[in-house]
Protein backbone atom coordinates (compact mmCIF):
# COMPACT_ATOMS: atom_id res chain seq x y z
CA UNK A 1 0.00 0.00 0.00
CA UNK A 2 1.22 3.67 -0.63
CA UNK A 3 2.44 5.63 2.54
CA UNK A 4 1.11 8.69 1.57
CA UNK A 5 -2.46 7.09 0.69
CA UNK A 6 -2.75 5.07 4.02
CA UNK A 7 -1.80 8.48 5.67
CA UNK A 8 -4.33 10.58 3.45
CA UNK A 9 -7.25 7.95 4.59
CA UNK A 10 -6.10 8.05 8.45
CA UNK A 11 -5.58 11.74 8.63
CA UNK A 12 -8.33 13.25 6.82
CA UNK A 13 -11.16 10.80 7.25
CA UNK A 14 -13.51 10.59 10.03
CA UNK A 15 -16.76 8.39 10.88
CA UNK A 16 -20.07 9.57 8.63
CA UNK A 17 -23.26 9.22 9.66
CA UNK A 18 -24.44 7.89 6.80
CA UNK A 19 -27.87 6.00 6.55
CA UNK A 20 -29.25 3.97 3.59
CA UNK A 21 -32.30 5.10 2.74
CA UNK A 22 -35.25 2.18 4.00
CA UNK A 23 -36.93 2.09 0.38
CA UNK A 24 -33.58 1.13 -1.57
CA UNK A 25 -34.97 -1.95 -3.69
CA UNK A 26 -38.62 -0.77 -4.41
CA UNK A 27 -39.76 0.90 -7.43
CA UNK A 28 -41.30 4.30 -7.35
CA UNK A 29 -45.02 2.43 -7.84
CA UNK A 30 -44.35 0.57 -4.87
CA UNK A 31 -42.61 2.74 -2.37
CA UNK A 32 -45.66 5.32 -3.20
CA UNK A 33 -48.29 2.54 -2.19
CA UNK A 34 -50.11 2.29 1.39
CA UNK A 35 -47.92 -1.15 1.55
CA UNK A 36 -44.66 0.21 0.43
CA UNK A 37 -45.23 2.99 2.35
CA UNK A 38 -45.97 0.56 5.69
CA UNK A 39 -42.94 -1.49 4.51
CA UNK A 40 -40.54 1.48 4.81
CA UNK A 41 -41.27 2.72 7.75
CA UNK A 42 -41.25 -0.85 10.26
CA UNK A 43 -37.94 -1.15 8.41
CA UNK A 44 -35.20 -1.00 10.62
CA UNK A 45 -31.99 2.04 9.27
CA UNK A 46 -28.70 0.87 8.13
CA UNK A 47 -25.92 3.01 8.96
CA UNK A 48 -23.45 2.44 6.15
CA UNK A 49 -19.67 1.93 6.74
CA UNK A 50 -17.98 4.82 5.17
CA UNK A 51 -15.49 7.50 6.15
CA UNK A 52 -15.97 10.74 5.61
CA UNK A 53 -13.32 11.89 3.48
CA UNK A 54 -12.23 15.71 3.64
CA UNK A 55 -10.59 16.65 0.15
CA UNK A 56 -8.34 19.37 1.91
CA UNK A 57 -6.17 16.40 2.34
CA UNK A 58 -5.61 16.81 -1.82
CA UNK A 59 -3.74 19.56 -1.08
CA UNK A 60 0.02 18.58 -0.74
CA UNK A 61 2.21 18.88 -3.30
CA UNK A 62 6.31 17.37 -3.89
CA UNK A 63 9.16 19.13 -5.84
CA UNK A 64 10.47 17.61 -8.66
CA UNK A 65 14.08 16.91 -7.83
CA UNK A 66 15.71 17.36 -11.50
CA UNK A 67 12.88 20.78 -12.46
CA UNK A 68 12.40 22.13 -9.52
CA UNK A 69 8.52 22.18 -10.42
CA UNK A 70 6.01 21.53 -7.24
CA UNK A 71 3.75 19.14 -8.38
CA UNK A 72 0.48 17.33 -6.75
CA UNK A 73 1.09 14.40 -4.67
CA UNK A 74 -2.42 12.57 -5.75
CA UNK A 75 -4.44 12.23 -8.91
CA UNK A 76 -8.04 11.93 -9.02
CA UNK A 77 -9.73 9.67 -12.13
CA UNK A 78 -14.02 9.25 -12.02
CA UNK A 79 -14.68 5.37 -12.40
CA UNK A 80 -16.73 6.07 -15.24
CA UNK A 81 -14.35 8.52 -17.21
CA UNK A 82 -11.55 9.24 -18.95
CA UNK A 83 -8.32 6.74 -17.61
CA UNK A 84 -6.51 10.25 -18.19
CA UNK A 85 -6.26 13.03 -16.31
CA UNK A 86 -5.43 15.80 -17.92
CA UNK A 87 -3.98 19.45 -16.19
CA UNK A 88 -2.69 22.39 -18.46
CA UNK A 89 -0.55 25.47 -16.15
CA UNK A 90 -0.03 28.44 -17.86
CA UNK A 91 1.15 31.96 -15.90
CA UNK A 92 -2.14 32.91 -15.21
CA UNK A 93 -4.18 29.66 -15.59
CA UNK A 94 -4.84 26.73 -13.43
CA UNK A 95 -6.62 23.73 -14.90
CA UNK A 96 -10.36 23.59 -14.18
CA UNK A 97 -12.66 20.32 -14.10
CA UNK A 98 -16.36 20.01 -14.57
CA UNK A 99 -18.88 18.27 -12.21
CA UNK A 100 -18.22 14.71 -13.14
CA UNK A 101 -14.90 15.70 -12.13
CA UNK A 102 -15.41 17.84 -9.07
CA UNK A 103 -13.03 16.13 -6.70
CA UNK A 104 -10.10 17.34 -8.95
CA UNK A 105 -10.33 20.60 -8.76
CA UNK A 106 -9.12 20.17 -4.86
CA UNK A 107 -5.69 19.67 -6.37
CA UNK A 108 -3.41 21.98 -5.86
CA UNK A 109 -1.70 22.39 -9.59
CA UNK A 110 -1.47 26.25 -8.59
CA UNK A 111 1.76 26.13 -6.68
CA UNK A 112 3.43 24.60 -10.03
CA UNK A 113 3.07 28.28 -11.66
CA UNK A 114 6.55 29.83 -9.68
CA UNK A 115 7.67 27.06 -11.70
CA UNK A 116 6.41 28.31 -14.59
CA UNK A 117 7.40 31.44 -14.23
CA UNK A 118 11.03 30.40 -14.32
CA UNK A 119 10.50 29.14 -17.40
CA UNK A 120 8.99 32.31 -18.99
CA UNK A 121 11.62 34.63 -17.56
CA UNK A 122 11.89 35.86 -21.28
CA UNK A 123 8.37 36.36 -21.88
CA UNK A 124 7.83 38.32 -18.56
CA UNK A 125 11.12 40.79 -19.03
CA UNK A 126 9.67 41.61 -21.96
CA UNK A 127 6.26 42.17 -21.39
CA UNK A 128 7.89 44.33 -18.75
CA UNK A 129 9.71 46.34 -20.97
CA UNK A 130 6.85 46.68 -23.80
CA UNK A 131 4.66 47.99 -20.53
CA UNK A 132 7.69 50.70 -19.63
CA UNK A 133 7.42 51.10 -23.57
CA UNK A 134 3.88 51.92 -24.00
CA UNK A 135 3.47 53.53 -21.01
CA UNK A 136 5.78 55.90 -22.02
CA UNK A 137 4.94 56.67 -25.14
CA UNK A 138 1.37 57.58 -24.02
CA UNK A 139 2.77 60.24 -21.88
CA UNK A 140 4.91 61.43 -24.27
CA UNK A 141 1.31 61.75 -27.01
CA UNK A 142 -0.43 63.34 -24.17
CA UNK A 143 2.28 65.63 -23.41
CA UNK A 144 2.74 66.82 -26.97
CA UNK A 145 -1.36 67.14 -27.73
CA UNK A 146 -1.22 69.36 -24.58
CA UNK A 147 1.80 71.46 -25.92
CA UNK A 148 0.26 71.49 -29.47
CA UNK A 149 -3.39 72.38 -28.42
CA UNK A 150 -3.48 73.92 -25.45
CA UNK A 151 -1.96 77.47 -26.44
CA UNK A 152 -4.03 77.51 -29.58
CA UNK A 153 -7.47 76.88 -27.63
CA UNK A 154 -6.18 79.55 -24.78
CA UNK A 155 -5.15 82.19 -27.64
CA UNK A 156 -8.85 81.11 -29.52
CA UNK A 157 -11.23 84.76 -29.70
CA UNK A 158 -14.35 82.27 -29.17
CA UNK A 159 -12.63 81.65 -25.48
CA UNK A 160 -12.92 84.85 -23.46
CA UNK A 161 -11.28 85.36 -20.14
CA UNK A 162 -14.46 84.02 -18.14
CA UNK A 163 -14.07 80.77 -20.30
CA UNK A 164 -10.79 79.58 -19.74
CA UNK A 165 -11.27 77.25 -17.39
CA UNK A 166 -13.27 75.18 -20.22
CA UNK A 167 -10.45 75.69 -22.44
CA UNK A 168 -8.15 73.87 -20.02
CA UNK A 169 -10.89 71.31 -19.70
CA UNK A 170 -11.00 70.76 -23.13
CA UNK A 171 -6.91 70.48 -22.86
CA UNK A 172 -7.40 67.92 -20.39
CA UNK A 173 -9.60 65.94 -22.08
CA UNK A 174 -7.58 66.35 -25.19
CA UNK A 175 -4.64 64.86 -23.47
CA UNK A 176 -6.56 62.23 -21.45
CA UNK A 177 -8.00 60.67 -24.76
CA UNK A 178 -4.37 60.94 -26.81
CA UNK A 179 -2.93 59.05 -23.91
CA UNK A 180 -5.74 56.30 -23.42
CA UNK A 181 -5.41 55.65 -27.29
CA UNK A 182 -2.05 55.31 -27.19
CA UNK A 183 -1.95 52.89 -24.24
CA UNK A 184 -4.58 50.54 -25.33
CA UNK A 185 -2.79 50.39 -29.04
CA UNK A 186 0.85 50.10 -27.68
CA UNK A 187 -0.72 47.23 -25.07
CA UNK A 188 -2.73 45.57 -28.29
CA UNK A 189 0.61 45.75 -30.58
CA UNK A 190 3.10 44.75 -28.21
CA UNK A 191 1.21 41.81 -26.68
CA UNK A 192 1.11 40.37 -30.31
CA UNK A 193 4.76 41.28 -30.49
CA UNK A 194 6.07 39.83 -27.47
CA UNK A 195 3.53 36.79 -27.88
CA UNK A 196 5.35 35.95 -31.42
CA UNK A 197 8.91 36.70 -30.64
CA UNK A 198 8.69 35.10 -26.58
CA UNK A 199 5.45 32.54 -26.39
CA UNK A 200 4.83 31.78 -23.36
CA UNK A 201 5.51 28.23 -22.36
CA UNK A 202 2.60 25.81 -20.89
CA UNK A 203 3.36 22.84 -18.46
CA UNK A 204 0.88 20.26 -19.83
CA UNK A 205 0.81 17.16 -17.45
CA UNK A 206 -0.79 13.92 -18.08
CA UNK A 207 -1.89 11.35 -15.14
CA UNK A 208 -2.96 7.71 -17.00
CA UNK A 209 -4.71 4.81 -14.82
CA UNK A 210 -4.25 1.26 -16.09
CA UNK A 211 -5.60 -1.15 -13.83
CA UNK A 212 -8.38 -3.16 -13.10
CA UNK A 213 -10.57 -3.25 -9.82
CA UNK A 214 -10.60 -6.58 -8.17
CA UNK A 215 -13.60 -8.54 -7.70
CA UNK A 216 -15.01 -7.26 -3.96
CA UNK A 217 -13.81 -3.66 -4.63
CA UNK A 218 -15.74 -3.79 -7.59
CA UNK A 219 -18.91 -4.85 -5.97
CA UNK A 220 -18.45 -2.32 -3.36
CA UNK A 221 -18.51 0.49 -6.24
CA UNK A 222 -21.48 -1.27 -7.98
CA UNK A 223 -23.48 -0.79 -4.71
CA UNK A 224 -22.52 2.52 -3.82
CA UNK A 225 -23.08 3.65 -7.33
CA UNK A 226 -27.07 4.00 -6.69
CA UNK A 227 -25.99 6.24 -3.50
CA UNK A 228 -23.28 8.77 -4.40
CA UNK A 229 -23.47 11.05 -7.27
CA UNK A 230 -19.94 10.59 -8.88
CA UNK A 231 -17.60 7.65 -7.41
CA UNK A 232 -13.72 8.48 -8.08
CA UNK A 233 -10.27 6.81 -7.56
CA UNK A 234 -7.46 9.17 -5.64
CA UNK A 235 -4.26 7.88 -7.05
CA UNK A 236 -0.46 8.28 -5.75
CA UNK A 237 0.98 10.07 -8.51
CA UNK A 238 4.01 11.57 -6.46
CA UNK A 239 7.21 11.18 -9.58
CA UNK A 240 4.49 9.74 -12.09
CA UNK A 241 3.53 12.72 -14.31
CA UNK A 242 4.05 12.74 -17.90
CA UNK A 243 5.23 16.01 -19.57
CA UNK A 244 7.77 16.72 -22.21
CA UNK A 245 9.24 19.24 -19.05
CA UNK A 246 9.61 16.46 -16.68
CA UNK A 247 11.76 13.48 -16.59
CA UNK A 248 10.58 10.17 -17.51
CA UNK A 249 7.75 8.57 -14.99
CA UNK A 250 8.52 5.45 -12.37
CA UNK A 251 6.84 3.00 -13.32
CA UNK A 252 2.71 3.08 -12.11
CA UNK A 253 2.34 1.49 -8.40
CA UNK A 254 -1.00 2.45 -7.81
CA UNK A 255 -2.86 1.59 -5.03
CA UNK A 256 -5.85 3.66 -4.88
CA UNK A 257 -8.67 4.99 -2.59
CA UNK A 258 -12.46 4.39 -3.98
CA UNK A 259 -14.20 8.11 -3.23
CA UNK A 260 -17.63 8.48 -3.29
CA UNK A 261 -18.88 12.28 -3.66
CA UNK A 262 -22.28 12.92 -2.68
CA UNK A 263 -24.10 16.03 -4.14
CA UNK A 264 -25.80 18.03 -1.09
CA UNK A 265 -27.48 22.00 -1.30
CA UNK A 266 -24.20 23.98 -0.64
CA UNK A 267 -21.63 21.79 -2.16
CA UNK A 268 -20.55 17.82 -2.20
CA UNK A 269 -19.50 15.89 0.49
CA UNK A 270 -17.00 13.07 -0.12
CA UNK A 271 -16.80 9.55 1.41
CA UNK A 272 -13.99 7.17 1.41
CA UNK A 273 -15.94 3.50 0.27
CA UNK A 274 -12.49 1.56 0.34
CA UNK A 275 -8.43 1.45 -0.19
CA UNK A 276 -7.16 -1.40 -2.68
CA UNK A 277 -4.53 -3.02 -4.55
CA UNK A 278 -4.60 -3.00 -7.84
CA UNK A 279 -5.42 -6.85 -10.12
CA UNK A 280 -3.06 -7.14 -13.23
CA UNK A 281 -4.92 -8.21 -15.98
CA UNK A 282 -3.49 -11.20 -16.11
CA UNK A 283 -3.96 -12.15 -12.48
CA UNK A 284 -7.60 -10.63 -12.77
CA UNK A 285 -8.67 -13.33 -16.04
CA UNK A 286 -7.48 -16.22 -14.08
CA UNK A 287 -9.05 -15.44 -10.94
CA UNK A 288 -12.27 -14.37 -12.40
CA UNK A 289 -12.67 -16.47 -15.62
CA UNK A 290 -10.51 -19.51 -15.11
CA UNK A 291 -12.56 -23.02 -14.32
CA UNK A 292 -10.49 -26.08 -13.38
CA UNK A 293 -10.43 -29.01 -15.65
CA UNK A 294 -13.90 -31.24 -16.34
Sequence with gaps: MSQKLTL???NHCRPAGLIEKADKGLFALEANSKQGRTLVAKAPWKRLPYLEFDPSG??????DEATGAELPVFAVFNLEGSHELHAEIG???KPSYDATLNLANHLPFSRAQKFIESLNQRNLNAHRAASFCYLLLAAVAAALVGLLAGPHLMDDPA???AQGPDAIFQVLILCSAAFFATLITGFLITAGVVSKWFPAKVLSLTATFDGLLPKETREKALRARELFDNLYL???????WKSELLPLPASALLDPLLIGEKREHFGSRYYLIDQFELTKAEEYLVAEFSTGPE
Design 8 to 10: LRE
Design 58 to 63: LNQTYR
Design 91 to 93: LER
Design 159 to 161: FSS
Design 234 to 240: VVDQQHR
